[in-house]
């Protein structure tokens, strides 16, 4: 959907192809690729591609920039993104690696919440992060989420799987 939402220290807005350079700073970077889903880019015009294919419009994935207000950098980016088979909300973000443990992901997903919360009804939420993630489960932990269940992840080009963690938290 599309999204204007504004937390204490940022600006979650959605992404454009126009954002391919800076999006690129964290799609291209090992260690943030490290423990995600998609293989490492190794070009902008590649995160353009994907930034082409993002539909604002869709009502079920709140997809989001996110951006510092102090410097109105784009420093990340992360979602709320419906699951109609289990009625919940999956949760997922990356940030540069420069902005590591300063809160923001775990500001972008409460903020985002609320937003998503006024306009659906929010079940609860679920995300998944590699088991050597700490710092993802520990975002999920302060969200008040809790261990479901160890899965196995991989990366969508198929190239590596890795143990993984189910963390979830129902509302009703």
Known sequence: MRINVETERLLLRNLTPDDAQAAFLWCGDPDVARYMVYPVYTRAEDVRTWLETQDPDDPDKYDAGIVLKSTGELIGSGGLYYRPEDDLWTIGYNLRKDQWGNGYALEMIEGLLEYVRQRRDVRGIRGTFAAANSRSRRVMEKLGMTYVED??????????????????????
């Not at 190239?159 to 963390?167: I, V």
């Open 151 to 172: 899965v196995t992840l991989s990366k969508l080009d198929g190239s590596d799987t890795y143990p993984g963690k189910l963390y979830r938290r129902l509302y009703r």
